[in-house]
């Protein structure tokens, strides 16, 4: 089991920041891949970034690439999103999840990551609303 809880979600200006952190428990020594994905009022959950545990590849969608940023904590248990440039758009909840190791995962293309059905488990959300 692994759990995840995220913390950091509030209400910004267009063009302010804002830092997500996940902290995940458990069988975290398991985990291939951590993501983040979020869900807009209206619309399917979507991918946003991703990150591999075993050596800090990163993976991001086009709409935030350059302006978010995944990266994994000292401890080697929390995982951050750093949110820059917000826009009204990046308004959704955003969750954090969790992929486990399979055999023969290192393999394959690592955008496989961006497929929210791969992944194991998954937060509660904690909403993030961008003013115009």
């Known amino acids: 089991q692994v759990q995840l809880v995220e913390s950091g979600g509030g209400l910004v200006q267009a063009g302010g920041s804002l830092r997500l952190s996940c902290a995940a428990s458990g069988r975290t020594f398991s985990t291939y891949a951590m993501g983040w994905f979020r869900r807009a009022p209206g619309k399917e959950r979507e991918f946003v970034a991703a990150?591999?545990?075993?050596?800090?590849?990163?993976y991001y969608a086009d709409s935030v690439k350059g302006r978010f940023t995944i990266s994994r904590g000292n401890a080697n248990n929390t995982v951050y999103l750093q949110m820059n440039s917000l826009k009204p758009e990046d308004t959704a909840v955003y969750y954090c999840?969790?992929?486990?190791?399979?055999?023969?995962?290192?393999?394959?293309?690592?955008?496989?990551?961006?497929?929210?059905?791969?992944?194991?488990?998954w937060g509660q959300g904690t909403q993030v609303t961008v003013s115009s």
């Open positions: 990150i591999r545990w075993s050596d800090g590849n990163t």
């Open positions: 999840a969790a992929m486990l190791g399979r055999p023969g995962l290192g393999r394959i293309n690592f955008a496989i990551v961006t497929l929210r059905s791969l992944y194991d488990y």
